[in-house]
């Protein structure tokens, strides 16, 4: 049918048109093609995902009230941290792995890292649950009492948020972008919504519990239905062959990377934290729906860096230095540009937008304006973050990411108690500033170029690649 239309539209054009676009054709290689076929499907699963993630919290907002859905906005956001933390490094690590094994052709290790890495996950993941839920019950008073139920059940969510986390990079590794995407931003926020509405049919009390309860339900369903998926796939994509498990390796490269995309979870949701220690739920849940508002403008960056973590893997690995700085300018452009796109209209949208949460929420107006110029500081040097983990940089990630982390609490801490939500934004905005300095520099270091949308050089090179998994 494309092909078809393609057809039609060249026949209706110049010769010297055709010509051009025949060039171009053949000017841009598979790869791009590739990663931009899996951007768009990527972007559009989470333009989707958004939408539904969006509707999801306006309902959940007004059924539940402002005090319930701020204790209930805090229990998910502390799960959503801990998922990074409990998957042991391999949701990031399995999209390294799993294109280096393929390029080489060492299915036996192919196949050790798809079963290993989910075990693992889930068992950490499981004995961190356990811990959680047990120093809340055991040890009365840590917590104020409104959240100590959400608290438990919450736990029981947290195992199969893990194994979702890691089946999606697994999933971004085969480039099956509708396992890796729809599962999470789809399927889970859709089965928690309904179990949200069959609630509230029933007269059942709109709480933070019933909520986490509809989380359990959701966030189990979704989990094994893609794991279903995944071994269906997998059995037809990778060769039979016994499993080699090479833990040691696993381990000392997932390690370091867990402490990356650890220190990046709290980065991206510290705020809510900090605003939870300091304020009441009622103050969380408008900063919250301020942030998920702004959401639309961050999955523009999130899915071009799905779509361009394994090409960056292969490329580094294949030695390809064309291949590599072509995906880092095209990573770039495709982040910051929709981004900008997507800041204008939700800044003309904002007090509208926010005024569906309900009256109470419309002054999270003010937020809006701040924290978008962190997310388009972020957005102006691409996914390059991705590029140090996938050519073995990951301690530097965890250490630049450590940093903003520290900027982040501290400045929230000497604002928020001064300034209040605002407080909170700016401090917000300048660690994502820092974050975007310190990955630079990383990236200049690592690579000798400067990464920006504004400038990328040409003497882009493949950084020498480390004798060990623990170079850095």
């Known amino acids: 049918m494309i092909a078809g239309l393609i057809r039609r539209m060249k026949g209706a054009l110049p010769q010297s048109q055709v010509a051009r676009i025949d060039a171009w054709l053949a000017g841009a290689s598979a790869d791009q093609l590739s990663a931009g076929r899996i951007a768009m499907s990527a972007f559009s699963l989470r333009v989707l995902g958004a939408a539904i993630a969006y509707l999801s919290q306006i309902l959940l907002a007004r059924w539940m009230g402002v005090f319930e859905y701020g204790v209930f906005v805090v229990v998910y956001v502390w799960i959503t941290i801990l998922s990074q933390i409990g998957n042991l490094g391999f949701s990031s690590s399995v999209i390294r792995f799993i294109p280096e094994y393929q390029a080489r052709g060492e299915i036996a290790r192919l196949r050790g ?9 889930l068992g950490f993941a499981t004995l ?5 839920a047990g120093g809340v019950l055991l040890f009365p008073g840590v917590v104020e009492n409104h959240y100590v139920i959400p608290i438990v059940l919450g736990a029981v969510c947290l195992p199969m948020f893990c194994l979702t986390e890691v089946q999606d990079g697994i999933a971004r590794s085969f480039q099956w972008s509708d396992l890796a995407f729809g599962p999470t931003y789809i399927w889970r926020p859709l089965a928690i919504l309904a179990g949200m509405v ?22 189990w369903l979704t989990a094994v239905a893609q794991m279903l998926l995944i071994r269906r796939r997998t059995i037809a994509a990778v060769p039979r062959d016994a499993p080699h498990y090479d833990l040691k390796t696993w381990l000392l490269v997932s390690l ?7 220190f990046y979870a709290i980065l991206t949701s510290v705020d809510v934290i900090m605003v939870s220690a300091f304020g009441n739920p009622e103050d969380v849940a408008v900063y919250y729906a301020a942030t998920k508002t702004l959401a639309l403008v961050h999955f523009v960056y999130y899915a071009v860096r799905a779509a361009s973590g394994p090409r960056f893997s292969y490329h580094y690995h294949a030695g390809d230095q064309a291949a590599l700085r072509d995906m880092v300018r095209t990573s770039i452009r495709w982040a910051f540009w929709p981004s900008v796109a997507m800041a204008i209209v939700v800044l003309l949208l904002g007090e509208a937008l926010l005024s569906l949460f309900g009256s109470d929420f419309v002054d999270g107006g003010v937020l809006l304006v701040i924290l978008v110029c962190g997310i388009l500081a972020r957005a102006s040097i691409g996914p390059v973050e991705t590029l140090l983990t996938m050519a073995g940089r990951q301690k530097t990630c965890a250490a630049a990411f450590a940093v903003a982390v520290v900027v982040n ?20 905005t300048l660690a994502m500033m820092v974050e975007t300095v310190m990955v630079t520099l990383a990236v200049r270091w690592h690579f000798g170029f400067i ?22």
Do not use: K, Q
């Not at 890292?113 to 996950?121: F, G, K, W």
């Not at 961190?128 to 959680?132: D, F, K, Q, R």
């Not at 609490?409 to 917000?428: C, E, F, H, M, S």
């Not at 400038?455 to 020498?464: E, G, I, L, P, S």
């Open 409 to 428: 609490v501290g400045l929230n801490a000497l604002l928020i108690p001064r300034y209040g939500l605002i407080g909170a934004a700016v401090a917000t």
């Open 451 to 472: 990464a920006s949308v504004f400038r990328v050089d040409d003497r882009v090179t493949v950084a020498r690649r480390p004798n060990n998994p623990r170079a850095a």
């Open 198 to 219: 069959i609630a509230h049919a029933a007269d059942a009390p709109m709480t933070a519990a019933t909520a986490c309860i509809a989380a359990i339900a959701g966030t």
């Open 256 to 262: 370091p990377i867990l402490l990356s995309e650890g």
């Open 113 to 121: 890292i798809l079963a290993a890495s989910r075990l693992l996950a």
């Open 128 to 132: 961190l649950a356990a811990i959680g």
